[in-house]
């Protein structure tokens, strides 16, 4: 009778692990060769992209959300969520045939649930020309809201406000004077609030497919302005945008990326078009603007790259890079690590398919030490990076790395000082 309980417990078990949905990211042993950290996931296999199925918890007012990527991922490091802002279609607001980001829903990772936490008061009507306008509905007035847009990179999270900054983007669906154009504005949402909150003031010029970055070490958003072919800072104690001139710079147009090395203290600015060759062309171009005497530098050119996916690990020190393999088409691509302290470029050689259709959908959550990145035909991925396993890495990383690891097991009393 014995064996037979233990035969059916072990059934039990054998069950419940088949069955088991899409694991949620939690706490795990280090696994082999991982240098240490929190929460690593020896059940990933490691430099490859698993799919996950995260579960969207039912909002008010119902809807479903409907990626159009033309975005940008960024990391909550005060609730450890994921930020994503997108299009959500909804009874009365958005509904068929509509191209622009219209929500900001948050990915946790740990529940594997996705919340939605703020739908734009804006909805799309029909226009006599047999197209689609943006219209503000009435509660927009006493609740006000971003008008919706592709958001490119123009998306950054500041952890001493709890806050979300969204950059002018583009959306020429509505017109206060009849004349179509794209915002020119700044939003910033209080994720403690839930609620938006327009950044009054001068505004970088009209421009496209821009990027920008929260740089601690200034308490404030760099954005790389193209149009300007210059980088404009955000003051957070002010909130007011302002220009400074920094000579032999960057002349980058459209989507280009950027990324913030927290241990050089600088902004990695990438990809994107090189002004002067074809229009929105991709660009191997990648410059570093030092935040402590604000000055670029050209560093080495890596791999052509059109809004790229771009995102740095501080605890491996690296940035990872995901591009289209095709100028003319999302469908394939590829993976980038770029190593700041050596200045050097590998590519991942995977033996599984790499996302497509990414955009510049993608960020490192380092509560979790994944990255994360949502592709527009609606699949979110995650990818648990191990640099020292990857073929080709170069060997004074590893070492570089060895002695920071082995400095932080002294520092607790049991190894190297």
């Known amino acids: 009778m014995r064996n037979c309980m233990k035969a059916i417990g072990f059934l039990a078990v054998v069950l419940a692990v088949s069955c088991r949905p899409p694991a949620a990211f939690s706490a795990g042993p280090v696994a082999a060769g991982d240098p240490p950290g929190p929460t690593s996931r020896p059940d990933l296999e490691p430099n490859v992209w698993t799919e996950i199925a995260p579960k969207y918890m039912p909002p008010p007012g119902g809807g479903s959300h409907h990626p159009v990527s033309w975005n940008k991922l960024v990391y909550d490091s005060v609730g450890k969520r994921i930020i994503n802002i997108d299009r959500w279609a909804a009874p009365g607001r958005i509904e068929g045939t509509y191209i622009y980001a219209n929500s900001l829903m948050a990915l946790d990772l740990g529940k594997n649930e996705i919340v939605r936490l703020s739908l734009f008061n804006w909805k799309k009507e029909a226009s006599a020309s047999g197209g689609y306008r943006t219209v503000e509905m009435p509660e927009n007035k006493t609740e006000p809201t971003p008008l919706p847009r592709h958001p490119y990179g123009e998306v950054a999270f500041v952890p001493g406000e709890n806050a979300v900054y969204l950059g002018a983007g583009a959306n020429q669906?509505?017109?206060?004077?009849?004349?179509?154009?794209?915002?020119?504005?700044?939003?910033?949402?209080?994720?403690?609030?839930?609620?938006?909150?327009?950044?009054?003031?001068?505004?970088?010029?009209?421009?496209?497919?821009?990027?920008?970055?929260?740089?601690?070490?200034?308490n404030a958003i760099v954005r790389w302005v193209s149009s300007d072919e210059a980088a404009w800072f955000m003051d957070l104690k002010t909130r007011t945008w302002s220009k400074k001139p920094i000579a032999d710079g960057p002349r980058l147009g459209l989507r280009t990326a950027m990324t913030y090395d927290t241990r050089r203290k600088q902004v990695l600015l990438y990809g994107g078009q090189v002004l002067g060759g074809p229009f929105a062309a991709?660009?191997?171009?990648?410059?570093?603007?030092?935040?402590?005497?604000?000055?670029?530098?050209?560093?080495?050119?890596?791999?052509?790259?059109?809004?790229?996916?771009?995102?740095?690990?501080p605890r491996h020190?690296?940035?990872?890079?995901?591009?289209?393999?095709?100028?003319?088409?999302?469908?394939?691509?590829?993976?980038?690590?770029?190593?700041?302290?050596?200045?050097?470029?590998?590519?991942?050689?995977?033996?599984?398919?790499?996302?497509?259709?990414?955009?510049?959908?993608?960020?490192?959550?380092?509560?979790?030490?994944?990255?994360?990145?949502?592709?527009?035909?609606?699949?979110?991925?995650v990818l648990r990076l191990v640099p020292a396993k990857l073929n080709g890495v170069p060997p004074e990383y590893v070492k570089r790395m060895e002695q920071e690891a082995a400095g932080r097991t002294g520092e607790f009393g049991g190894g190297a000082r």
């Not at 938006?196 to 003031?201: D, I, N, R, S």
């Not at 990648?286 to 790259?305: E, N, Q």
């Not at 200045?343 to 790499?354: A, D, N, R």
Request: glycine share 4%; aromatic share 14%; hydrophobic share 30%.
């Open 282 to 313: 991709p660009g191997p171009q990648l410059w570093a603007l030092s935040v402590t005497d604000l000055k670029w530098k050209r560093l080495p050119d890596g791999p052509p790259a059109s809004a790229p996916g771009w995102a740095y690990a």
């Open 317 to 381: 020190d690296v940035a990872l890079c995901w591009r289209k393999v095709n100028p003319k088409t999302w469908d394939t691509g590829e993976c980038w690590v770029y190593f700041p302290g050596e200045q050097k470029w590998l590519k991942i050689e995977s033996p599984k398919p790499v996302p497509p259709k990414l955009y510049q959908n993608l960020t490192y959550d380092e509560s979790r030490d994944a990255f994360v990145c949502h592709t527009r035909d609606a699949k979110w991925y």
């Open 173 to 218: 669906t509505t017109s206060s004077d009849g004349k179509a154009r794209h915002p020119n504005d700044t939003w910033r949402f209080d994720l403690a609030a839930n609620k938006w909150e327009q950044v009054k003031g001068e505004q970088p010029p009209p421009s496209l497919s821009d990027c920008m970055t929260f740089v601690p070490d200034l």
